[in-house]
């Protein structure tokens, strides 16, 4: 036997075994699987709708796909397949959905002046009162992404249009001046506020000037804050050094468990509960819902709300060399 080729042979044979076991390994986790499944329905059901542009179930192909690009967010990506819908069938019964997915995507692109006509279009054409709940809450998905990229003229604009909507409605109306009203902070002085923190010492937000200040509104029960918060301490870490201070606002019952959580997670900036501090601070600043985010410059005006993620770093980065 040429012991050469068997070796040779050998590490062929281990080296396709490996390569199986990579290609069948196991997805990280069910949320993965359910983003590839999505992702391969997503594909078929358009190549579907570009092959059979006539085929009786359209409109429902179109509903499932339309359902699942919104669901993730896949909004950039599928703006054609919306576009081709509201060409051909201008009065579809999923046109609403087409819509959303055509506003967003140029929300996405930072289209917004293009996404705010659309959006408009789209609220002036719901002709049913039970569509309120529908337009409130793509309402807030709009407003909330404008306000993320600093548009708040927009996210104004979006909240005057649903409140001129449905002008009987008591919930519209209530939110929309509650959203008016936090917009119109942007660019005021921030509250000069003086509270108390979790360890008993006083903080004044006045002291803080010079710096930038990120005054962040959250509970350890709220998802979406836990999530963001990895994102948060790593921007903490990269422009502390270079004049950024966090200032939290836990909105939990108890301040014990406000302690512990922080403690256990070892969280280094100013930490208060709103219950606790000695001054209402949800009231000061006027916050609607968490999370709830505000971002004061070094002269204590505000300048920016609701910023996390991709769009924290990119603002502070425009504004803060980041330390070493």
Aim: hydrophobic share 45%.
């Amino acid at each position: 036997m040429d012991l050469r080729r068997f070796g040779m042979a050998l590490l062929a044979s281990s080296a396709l075994v490996t390569d199986l076991r990579a290609q069948t390994a196991a997805p990280e986790s069910v949320a993965e699987i359910q983003n590839r499944h999505d992702r391969s329905l997503v594909r078929e059901l358009g190549e579907y709708l570009i092959k059979n542009p006539k085929a009786e179930d359209r409109d429902q192909a179109y509903a499932a796909l339309f359902n699942k690009v919104i669901e993730h967010d896949w909004f950039a990506e599928n703006q054609e397949a919306a576009e081709r819908y509201l060409k051909e069938s201008p009065d579809g019964p999923v046109k609403s959905l087409a819509q959303v997915i055509t506003v967003m995507g140029r929300a996405k692109a930072k289209q917004f002046p293009e996404a705010l006509a659309r959006y408009q279009e789209l609220i002036q054409g719901l002709t049913l009162a039970e569509q309120e709940e529908f337009a409130s809450s793509f309402s807030e998905t709009f407003a909330a992404a404008a306000v993320a990229a600093g548009e708040i003229g927009t996210a104004a604009q979006v909240y005057q249009t649903l409140a001129a909507k449905f002008p009987e409605s008591a919930a519209v109306k209530q939110r929309a001046e509650a959203e008016l009203g936090r917009l119109a902070r942007v660019g005021k002085p921030a509250p000069n506020i003086e509270a108390t923190d979790v360890e008993g010492k006083t903080v004044r937000l006045a002291s803080l000037r010079g710096k930038y200040v990120l005054v962040d509104f959250w509970a350890t029960w709220c998802t979406p804050n836990i999530v963001e918060l990895p994102r948060l301490q790593e921007a903490y870490k990269k422009y502390h050094a270079a004049g950024l201070e966090i200032v939290s606002v836990s909105l939990d019952d108890t301040r014990t468990a406000v302690v512990d959580f922080v403690k256990a997670r070892k969280i280094p900036w100013i930490q208060l509960h709103n219950t606790t501090a000695g001054v209402d601070l949800v009231e000061a600043f006027g916050v609607a819902s968490i999370p709830a985010t505000y971002l004061i410059d070094p002269q204590g005006t505000i300048i920016r709300l609701d910023l996390r993620g991709g769009s924290l770093d990119e603002a502070l980065g425009n504004l803060i060399k980041a330390g070493g």
